[in-house]
């Protein structure tokens, strides 16, 4: 079975700009979750779909949004870019909330 | 205070030595993670664990739910071994992140 997958791997963008990142989950798992990992830092909580509905959300600014389409596959959407949104995101999926999977993350650079 | 720290931040080893790598949280958790994080790489489970012991060929993680305390060993250290550690723990919805062990292993 494949593991969680994302992309893209890398992308850069500019400031006010808007990105989308998307994650695939394990064949099965119905729960996606979504982690920002700044340099240096360990990662943050942002969301956790379940099903397509929201059933977490992290500290984080509305200009982050989520969704979780019927096949399970999960988009981050982050509007308005800021330098500070430059960092690794994660995706976890999972069976149950407790045992998730990470994917390999996509690296965002916002200039 | 953080819910889950890491001790210690960073560690040198010398190939083949033993390492310890602690973790300890202040909240209730339904189970614990250690994860293996190379640089600007993806992460990687290494251990879900929420009683008791696991092994995984050189590596061993223990927990002790009373203490609220976790360890990770790696017996023989490899230089291949050097990466940033990350204890994690699953409370409801989510995964609290410690803030992670930097191993640099040399040869």
């Known amino acids: 079975d494949a593991g969680v997958t994302q992309s893209p791997t890398h992308l850069i963008k500019t400031r006010g700009q808007h990105v989308t990142l998307r994650c695939s989950p394990i064949?099965?798992?119905?729960?996606v979750s979504w982690y920002q990992q700044v340099l240096g830092q360990g990662p943050q909580f942002i969301f956790q779909?379940?099903?397509?509905?929201?059933?977490g959300r992290g500290n984080f600014p509305d200009r982050f949004s989520a969704r979780q389409f019927p096949n399970y596959s999960s988009e981050l959407n982050v509007n308005a870019l800021l330098l500070g949104d430059s960092a690794l995101y994660l995706c976890?999926?999972?069976?149950?909330?407790?045992?998730?999977?990470f994917g390999p993350g996509t690296r965002l650079t916002v200039t | 205070k953080n819910e889950v720290e890491q001790s210690p931040q960073n560690l040198t080893a010398q190939e083949g030595e033993f390492i310890t790598i602690n973790c300890s949280y202040s909240?209730?958790?339904?189970?614990l993670h250690w994860l293996q994080q190379h640089p600007g790489g993806g992460i990687v489970s290494l251990f879900m664990?929420?009683?008791g012991k696991k092994k995984h060929g050189r590596l061993i993680a223990t927990i002790n739910i009373q203490e609220k305390h976790s360890s990770l060993h790696i017996t023989a250290s490899h230089p291949r071994d050097s990466a940033v550690y990350i204890c994690?723990?699953?409370?409801?919805?989510?995964?609290?992140f410690g803030t992670g062990t930097l191993l640099a292993v040399q040869p």
């Open positions: 976890a999926s999972s069976l149950v909330s407790y045992e998730q999977y």
């Open positions: 664990l929420s009683s």
């Open positions: 064949s099965g798992h119905k729960s």
């Open positions: 909240v209730g958790i339904s189970a």
């Open positions: 994690a723990v699953g409370r409801t919805n989510k995964l609290i």
């Open positions: 779909y379940y099903e397509k509905e929201e059933r």
